[in-house]
Structure formats: C-alpha cells, structure tokens
C-alpha cells in the first residue's frame, strides 16, 4: 500500500486547509499502520495455529508460544539433520 501525502504550499492556501490537509493525512497514515497491524496479526496466528487462527481463541501469549515450540524443534531438526533443503553437514 502507498501512502501518498500532498504537500501545500502555504503561501498560495490558507493556514487552515495546511492543518486540515495534515489532519486527513495522518487519519489516513494511522488507518493504514492500524490496517497493516491487523494484517501482521492474522499472519502471525496463521504461522502459529493455521488458516482462520485469528478468529479462534487463543491468546497473543498461546500464539507466542507457539511459534517459541515450533522455532525450537526446527533447530532440533537442523541440528540432527542440517541445513534444510538437502542440504547435509
């Protein structure tokens, strides 16, 4: 997502459309942050638990959890088996 924010020039505006355009743009800015937020959120369930995660119950402290559990047993794996994909120690 691009976030585009017009510049004004205050010589040929008045101060108020300056304050006004910022106000809408940092609406905007945050919309988009608060957007983007949720978005990280549903994937980092989805890593944790699968498809839908995040209209299920569990915690922020679950999914946390989980993703330690599942980061513990991939070094678990590289360990015994090395590097991923073939790849051998």
Known sequence: MVLTMRIVNTKESSMSNYVNDYKVSDQIAR??????????RE?????????DA?????????????LFQNLQSLQQYVNHFGEMFGEER
Not at 43 to 51: I, K, M, N, Q, R
């Open 31 to 40: 919309s988009c942050v608060f957007e983007n937020l949720s978005v990280f």
């Open 43 to 51: 994937e980092v369930y989805e890593l944790a638990f699968g498809d």
């Open 54 to 66: 995040v209209n299920k119950d569990y915690s922020d402290k679950e999914v946390l959890e989980k």
